[in-house]
């Protein structure tokens, strides 16, 4: 198949999405759409899949111009869209949403199971995936869910497959088995257009790339031809590197311990004994299923714990629950923003009110002028991007989002900040003046534990970095001894204490 | 194309005051006096008692939740509530009874809820069925009626009025006020709005979830207690079968016109009592207009659908 899109554009109401952006896609090619998050690359690929139409621009297949694209259209072209969300039905089984709208019948016309079944087993069994077709998806992990969704793009001899983010929950050993199926199908005629956020997947899979920068075609050509640095600044605009070997990150920690964890253990993890200091970035990382969000939860009152004990600022913490850890002093910014950290329908102000309401506030009655005051402070400190703070929260783009939450603890002066992936589907710019908040906050004297993946935000923010695998702790390092490399070998268990 | 935008973002974010104002010029044309003094109190003094039920409902949808046992609760307390009153000839007793009672019966919805986990459909359901299933056999197919020695008093409650105004459309008014402030101005109203929201994030805000849940479905029992005892003051006599029967649906539909979400999160109480005023509307301009009373239900259905219309444009 070969691909053009001609000077599409689309605008939702007043914003521009796409302003004239060209994309050529051949045969047998893996494209890697590159851009911030808002660049419109999302956008682009449901115009292609047909989700919804351009306001002008063509698209050409084979060199025919198609005429209002639709799903079924697309789907007809043998062009499958992944999704970043996965789009599977947890209550089906795994044969089941992949042949899910085109299902196979017998003669009379029920579904054909047994058919079924064997397809999609011999899909799954070449991808060397262990997932059986019959299996349940509901008891799948994230990342085997991720594979089915891709086991059913290829399902039907697509020829051209759209992966968005398809990454973002699969470990590294994952990510290389998708690659060499990519490969493989790359080899008979299939071609790829591939967004992700991370350099060494666009540069490990792709051979050419497109840039997109706020809706506009930037530039398109050779992945041989550029580097990772030369990407990353076409895609920012400007130079703006996290993995700056002169970068020099100032240490606020002091010998005060606010946090003192001892042999705890609950569900996902084990015998986990840290302590963390005033002024202290202390980082938790660790793989798919090593116990990180579980006792992140834990930590903050909201999962179990068997055994152990937490104390804060040297008082110990009983019958822990949420409302006991904020009224201790510690703080949550809870993972995947959408699920757990905004109330959506309501306004900026209240959502920045709430911790503040549940713990200190106790009259009855609101006072919106507080609710003001509280709002034009944190907007001050953080520099919070709004038209006003009655509109509610779902206005304001993902970082000023994440801001908002922030500064939902910051009114309640917790000393202790336990942060789950701070960063999570926030752009470039917007995760830098997360880092600088961050680093604020323990200059002021909190202290930090910070629950994240991504190398280079360790390398910005850390001060002492714990690595657990499988629930335990299997290494301690602090910043003269980190490297990708280590912590990598300490998360998959290559090294560290038995 | 900015003030086309403006005004119809004014229409689809008040689309109940805009309905309000359209059926009160249909009502008009059809029947100029519609607009007399004694035909716009008697919106309000017929549309009250469901409206206690409309205000409690709202709290519960607010949070995403619902209630079907409604109708089944104030069938219950208002026949208790009358052998109360005649038995111990006391109105504030019987008052008292009403209050009490539906905060009981609705922690009784709560607790199986929060602390059972059962999907509050499935709860109040059983409730709907369960309650009138005891006020029935309580009742054993005959009314429950206020004595003599009471009637007069007791009937003054409901029917009586203030100066002219009618005293269950103060009630009405009283009510939905204390109820908005309840929403707009309490750290419970912020909360109601949280858990319907987004019950994860409300949780990790430190909101005890379950307890508001629990208070939320206490106060629509008050609200339904307040109805009991209003409905058998207007009545004075109870039919166990047939009392209160369909006001779960009144109201759920009051609440839906108001342009309350049904998946919680967002509305607002004084679109709950503009969504009564307009059931009451409907039925008066039918009633006027000569349309046969079967098509009442008709109507309301259309408009109905018509109200979440114009929320779900909105929402895009």
Redesign the interface.
Known sequence: MFLELKNIKKNFDAVQALDGVDLKVGQGEIHGLLGENGAGKTTLMNILAGSFPPKSGDIIIDGKIIEKMTPKKAMDMKIRFIHQELNLCNDLKVYQNMFLGEELYTKVHFIDDKKEITRAQKVLDSMNSHIVATDKVESLVTAEKQLVEIAKSLLFNSELIIMDEPTSALNNCEIEELFEIMRDLQKSGVSFIYISHKMPEIFGICNKYTVLRDGKFIESGNIKDIDEHIATKLLIGHSLSALDEKFVKESHQSDEVFLSVKGITGDGFNDVTFDLHKGEVLIVTGLQGSGCSELSMSLFGAGNITEGSISVKGKDIKNNSIKVAMESGIGLIPKNRKERGILPDLSIKDNMSLAYYTVKHHKLFVDEKEEDERFFRQQIKMNIKVASQENVITSLSGGNQQKVIFGKWFELDSDVMIMDNPTQGIDVGAKFSIYEIIGNLAKSGKALLVFTNEYPEIHRIADNIIVLYKGRIKGRLNRSEMSEISIMEYSTGTRGEK | MEIKKTWSNIITNHSHWVSFVLLLIVATIVNPSFLSWSNLTNLFTQGAIIGFCSMGMSLVISAGMIDLSTGAVVALLSGLSVNVLNSTHSILLCLLFCIVGGIVVGLINGVLVTKGKIAPFIVTLAAMSAWRSVINQLGQGGPFSVDKTMYTSFRNIAAGDVFGIPNLMIYLIVVSIITSVIMN???????I??V???E?????????VDKIKNLIFAYAGLMYGFAAFLLASRLTSIQAASAGTGYEMNAIAAVAIGGT?ME???GKIIGTFLGILILRIITTVLIMANVPPFLNGLVQGIIIIIAVLAQTKRKK
């Open positions: 101005k309490t750290k419970f109203g912020t909360y709005y949280a319907g929201s987004n994860n994030a409300a949780r990790l805000s430190g909101i005890n979400a919680g999160g967002r």
